[in-house]
C-alpha cells in the first residue's frame, strides 16, 4: 500500500471524526431553521450538552446516561430560546446570543464549583465513555487490497454516536420530505399563515422543531465530551456551533448536502491539524490560519452570491402573530 | 373607552429596570445554586469597584471599552440591523491603531496620536464594510457574516501576531511595543499635569472619547439629517423608499459608523493601556456591547449607565474571584446573559402586566 493512501485514508477518518460534531449541530440548525426559528445559539447548547454529559458521566460512569443528561440540559436551553423567540415573539437572534453566553458562562462557573479543577469534568474512565466500535472482521480485511484498508481505518473504529449521526442524515431526509410532521414543518417555516389557516398550530410546530434541535446539540455535546475526549473542558465546542451554521448556510438548508458541508469543514480542519509545520515544494508552508479560515470565507463568499444562491426558509426569523378577529 | 399608549416613563423606565432587576435575581440564584451568598456576592462586588479610587479607575476603565462597543451595536440597531461582529471590528480596530503606531514612528505626537485613533476607527470601519454592503445591495444576512468576519478577524490576527508582525526574539504573540508618541496618557498621568495625585490605573485619555462619543452619537441619532434618514430606515424602509431615502446606501453608512465605534475600542486596550497589539485583546467587549446597547434601548445615555454597570460587574467580579475563589470571573458573563436574555429577548415579557398594574392605579386603560 502506497504511503499517499495511508495518509489520505487517516485524513478521511480524521475528518470523519471532526465532522460528527459539525453534523449533530448543523442537522439541529436545520429542524429548528427550516420550521422558521433563527438559531444562533447551536454554539450554547453544544456547549451545555458537552458540559452536562461531562459531569454525569463522571457521577454515574455509564455514557448513555452521560449522553441523556446532555439532551435533557440542552433541550432546556432550547425551551428557553422557543419560549423567547415563540411564545414572547422576541428577537430569536438577541435570544440565541443569550443561549451562547448564559451556556459559556454556567458551564464555566458550575464546572469550576462543582469539580475545582479549573472548569474541567474529572478524567473519565474507559466504562464511561463511548468507545470505538471494531466492525466485524476489520483487522482480518485488512488483508484485502483498498477496500480492506479503507474497511479498517475508514469505516470501521468509531463510537456509536459516528455511526448515529451518519444515519440521521437519511432519516432527517426521510422526515422532512417524507412524512406528514416533516411536510408541516417546511410549510411553518415557508408560510406560518397557511398553515394556521390549515387548523394546525405554529406554536406546537415551532416548540417540537426547536426542540428536536436542541435534543440533536445535546447528541453533539456528548460527542464532544464522552466520545472524542475524556470529560468536558471549558469551551469546549470552541466555535463547533457556528462552523455547523456556516454548514447549514452552505447545504442551502438541506440534510444531505449538510453531510457534504460538514465533511468539507472536516476535512478542512484535519487538513489544518496536519500540515502545520510542513512545507510544501513550490509553495513552501501553508499557514494554519488560512486553512481554518476557509470556512468562513467560504459562506460568505456563498451568501455573496456568487456560488449559487443560498435562500433560507421565507419565514426564517419572523415571530408568527396570530390574526386578531 | 380606548386604550392608548402607557407614559413614555413607563416602558422606557420601568419595564427595563424590572428586565434587569429580574436578570440579577436570576444571577443571584445561580450564586446560591454553587453555595455562596448572593448578598454578601453584591456587597463585595460594590465594594471592590467603587469602594476605592483604584477600584473606581479599574471600573471606568472597563466602562470605557463597553461605551464604545455598546455605542457600535446601537447605531446598527437604529438602522434595523444587528451588527454582532463588535469584536472583529475592535480586533481590527486594534490591528489599524498598530499599523499606523509600527509605521510612521517618527512623526511628531500631535500627528501620530490622532493618526493611531484615526486608523483604529477606520479598521473598524473597513472590517465592517463587505458585510454591510452584501446586506445592502445583496440581501446577506449581516448576523451571518459578521460572525464569520469575527472568526476572520481573530484568525488573521493570530496569523499577523504569530508571523510578519511578531516582534523579533519575543516568544508571545504581539507586536514590538509603540513609541511613546503613540500611546495615550493614563488618568494618572494627566492628573499629574494640574498637580493632582491619582492613584494608577489604566483609565486613560480614551474615556473622554468614550463620552464624546456617546454625545456625537446622541447629536447624529436624533439631530441631524442623516440620523433621521438613519432612524427611518430602521423603523420602516419602505416607507424610506418613498421619502426620497436609500435604505441601502443609509444602512451602509449606518454600519461604517457602527464598525468605527467598535474598532476605537481599541483605543483604550491598545493606545491606552498595551503601547503594543497583542491577541484577543478585545476579550469579549463587542459582545458586552450587544447586552449594554439592550440596556440602555440604544440610547446614548442609557448606554453610558449600562456600561457603568457592566464596568462595575467586571472590576466588582476581579474582586470577588479573588475573595471567593468559588465565584469565578465567568459569573460576569453569566450576569451578561440574563441581562440578553430578559432586556433582550424577552423584553416584553412583563410589559404588559406592568401597563395593568398601572393601568389600575391609574384608573384608565393603556396598552404596552
Given amino acids: ?325 | 373607552m380606548s386604550a392608548r399608549p402607557a407614559p413614555l416613563w413607563l416602558i422606557a423606565g420601568v419595564v427595563p429596570l424590572v428586565n434587569v432587576a429580574v436578570a440579577f435575581l436570576a444571577a443571584g440564584l445561580v450564586i446560591a445554586l454553587i453555595g455562596e451568598n448572593p448578598l454578601e456576592a453584591l456587597q463585595i462586588m460594590l465594594r471592590g469597584a467603587l469602594g476605592s479610587q483604584y477600584g473606581l479607575g479599574y471600573t471606568l476603565y472597563y466602562t470605557t471599552s463597553f461605551i464604545f462597543t455598546g455605542l457600535a451595536v446601537a447605531v446598527a440597531f437604529h438602522a434595523g440591523h444587528f451588527n454582532i461582529g463588535g469584536e472583529g471590528q475592535a480586533l481590527m480596530g486594534g490591528l489599524g491603531a498598530a499599523l499606523v503606531a509600527l509605521s510612521l514612528p517618527f512623526l511628531p505626537w500631535p500627528i501620530l496620536l490622532p493618526l493611531c485613533v484615526l486608523g483604529a476607527a477606520l479598521a473598524g470601519a473597513a472590517w465592517v464594510l463587505i458585510p454591510a454592503y452584501l446586506q445592502a445591495y445583496r440581501g446577506s444576512h449581516i448576523v451571518i457574516t459578521t460572525i464569520m468576519f469575527n472568526f476572520l478577524a481573530a484568525t488573521l490576527l493570530v496569523y499577523l501576531l504569530v508571523g510578519p508582525m511578531k516582534m523579533a526574539g519575543s516568544m508571545a504573540p504581539e507586536t514590538a511595543r509603540f513609541v511613546p508618541g503613540a500611546t495615550l496618557p493614563l488618568m494618572n498621568q494627566m492628573a499629574a499635569w494640574f498637580g493632582l495625585t491619582l492613584t494608577r490605573t489604566p483609565l486613560n485619555l480614551s474615556f473622554v472619547f468614550a463620552i464624546l462619543a456617546a454625545i456625537m452619537v446622541w447629536v447624529l441619532i436624533w439631530r441631524t439629517r442623516l440620523g433621521y434618514a438613519i432612524r427611518t430606515v430602521g423603523a420602516n424602509p419602505d416607507a424610506a423608499v418613498y421619502a426620497g431615502i436609500s435604505p441601502a446606501r443609509i444602512t451602509v453608512i449606518a454600519l461604517l459608523i457602527s464598525g468605527g465605534l467598535a474598532g476605537l475600542m481599541a483605543t483604550n486596550e491598545i493606545l491606552g493601556v498595551q503601547g503594543r497589539l497583542i491577541n484577543e485583546f478585545t476579550a469579549g467587549a463587542g459582545f458586552v456591547g450587544i447586552a449594554v446597547a439592550l440596556m440602555g434601548r440604544g440610547h446614548p445615555f442609557g448606554i453610558v449607565l449600562a456600561a457603568l454597570l457592566f464596568g462595575v460587574l467586571y472590576q466588582g467580579g476581579a474582586e470577588l474571584a479573588f475573595d471567593k475563589p468559588k465565584i469565578t470571573r465567568e459569573m460576569i458573563i453569566v450576569i451578561q446573559g440574563f441581562v440578553i436574555l430578559f432586556a433582550g429577548a424577552l423584553e416584553m415579557m412583563f410589559a404588559d402586566r406592568i401597563a395593568s398594574l398601572y393601568q389600575r392605579f391609574a384608573g384608565q386603560p393603556v396598552s404596552a
Fill in chain 1, 1 to 325: 500500500m502506497s504511503e499517499a493512501f495511508q495518509i489520505i485514508l487517516l485524513a478521511v477518518d480524521s475528518a470523519i471524526r471532526l465532522s460528527v460534531p459539525l453534523l449533530f449541530a448543523c442537522l439541529a440548525g436545520l429542524y429548528s431553521e427550516r420550521a422558521g426559528v433563527v438559531d444562533i445559539g447551536l454554539e450554547g447548547k453544544m456547549l451545555i450538552g458537552a458540559f452536562a454529559a461531562g459531569a454525569t458521566a463522571s457521577l454515574v460512569p455509564n455514557p448513555w446516561m452521560g449522553l441523556l443528561a446532555a439532551v435533557l440540559a440542552s433541550v432546556l436551553f432550547a425551551l428557553v430560546h422557543g419560549f423567547a423567540s415563540i411564545t414572547q415573539r422576541g428577537n430569536q437572534i438577541v435570544a440565541g446570543v443569550a443561549i451562547n453566553v448564559l451556556a459559556s458562562g454556567l458551564t464555566a462557573i458550575l464546572g469550576n464549583a462543582w469539580f475545582n479543577q479549573g472548569g474541567r469534568t474529572p478524567q473519565l474512565p474507559s466504562g464511561a465513555r463511548f468507545n470505538e466500535i471494531v466492525l466485524p472482521f476489520a483487522e482480518s480485511a485488512r488483508a484485502i487490497p483498498v477496500f480492506g484498508a479503507i474497511y479498517a481505518e475508514v469505516i470501521s473504529g468509531h463510537s456509536v454516536l459516528v455511526y448515529g449521526a451518519l444515519a440521521l442524515v437519511p432519516l432527517t431526509w426521510f422526515i422532512l420530505y417524507r412524512t406528514r410532521w416533516g411536510l408541516r414543518l417546511r410549510a411553518v417555516g415557508e408560510n406560518p399563515a397557511a398553515v394556521d389557516t390549515a387548523g394546525l398550530s405554529v406554536t406546537a410546530l415551532r416548540y417540537s422543531a426547536v426542540i428536536m434541535a436542541g435534543i440533536l446539540c445535546g447528541f453533539g455535546g456528548a460527542y464532544l465530551a464522552i466520545a472524542q475526549s475524556a470529560g468536558f473542558i471549558t469551551d469546549m465546542t470552541a466555535g463547533k456551533g457556528f462552523i455547523a451554521l456556516a454548514a447549514l448556510i452552505f447545504a442551502k438548508w438541506r440534510p444531505v448536502p449538510a453531510l457534504g458541508a460538514c465533511f468539507l469543514f472536516g476535512l478542512l480542519d484535519a487538513v489544518a491539524l496536519r500540515i502545520q509545520g510542513v512545507s510544501f515544494p513550490g509553495i513552501g508552508q501553508v499557514p494554519v490560519q488560512a486553512i481554518q479560515a476557509l470556512p468562513y470565507l467560504l459562506t460568505v463568499v456563498l451568501l455573496a452570491g456568487f456560488i449559487g444562491k443560498a435562500t433560507p426558509p421565507r419565514a426564517v426569523g419572523v415571530p408568527y402573530l396570530k390574526e386578531r378577529s
